[in-house]
T-cell receptor, first 114, second 114 residues
């Protein structure tokens, strides 16, 4: 069965510090991995994706993610957090069959304090 | 601007009533999706459609129905059989059925029971 796990319900960091939001996955074949961000009462916004190639993927708003095949992880990172980064973050994986929808993790709330 | 429009933003349902949530996209996307979001549970797939006049059940289709008569539109009906309809409903679309493309989301409809 395909699944995504976000082991932390909440991550707290101080502004200016680096942040990491963790994600691990289980999927047959090669995964397509995505990160989304959600602000209150809004839809999800796409941040970045890993399809193939370089294990370090750069995305919107200074975010990046590192794909680690041996650890089946796709952690979201940012070198210097902003208060405006506070939001709900979702990791998602797409399965190996055409036409399948994304499988989402349960989300991690990021809180950046000033 | 291209995007996905969900309406209404807030909706209240009386017991025994069916209600319909609207989702329209002008992105010329083939695939469309409906998700239900509950606190702490991430996104769960209700229905998806890869092409006009075709749709498939997701993980939690019971108590819901959809239609896809036009490429641009994918309305969701929450029927009286859905006993716990209170949730945030998100519509999404993607350019095609393949795994590498991210989904684009509307801003959601929040459904509550009167």
């Amino acid at each position: 069965a395909q699944s995504v796990a976000q082991p932390e319900d909440q991550v707290n960091v101080a502004e200016g510090n680096p942040l990491t939001v963790k994600c691990t996955y289980s999927v047959s074949g090669n995964p397509y991995l995505f990160w989304y961000v959600q602000y209150p009462n809004r839809g999800l916004q796409f941040l970045l994706k890993y399809i193939t190639g370089d294990n370090l993927v750069k995305g919107s708003y200074g975010f990046e993610a590192e794909f680690n095949k041996s650890q089946t992880s796709f952690h979201l990172k940012k070198p210097s957090a902003l208060v405006s980064d506070s939001a709900l973050y979702f990791c998602a994986v797409r399965g190996n069959q055409a036409g399948t929808a994304l499988i989402f993790g349960k989300g991690t709330t990021l809180s950046v304090s000033s | 601007d291209g995007g996905i429009t969900q309406s209404p933003k807030y909706l209240f349902r009386k017991e025994g009533q069916n209600v319909t949530l609207s989702c329209e996209q002008n992105l010329n996307h083939d695939a469309m999706y409906w998700y239900r979001q509950d606190p702490g549970q991430g996104l769960r797939l209700i229905y998806y459609s890869q092409i006009v006049n075709d749709f498939q059940k997701g993980d939690i289709a019971e108590g819901y129905s959809v239609s896809r008569e036009k490429k641009e539109s994918f309305p969701l009906t929450v029927t009286s059989a859905q006993k716990n309809p209170t949730a945030f409903y998100l519509c999404a679309s993607s350019i095609d059925r393949y795994r590498s493309q991210p989904q684009h989301f509307g801003d959601g409809t929040r459904l509550s029971i009167l």
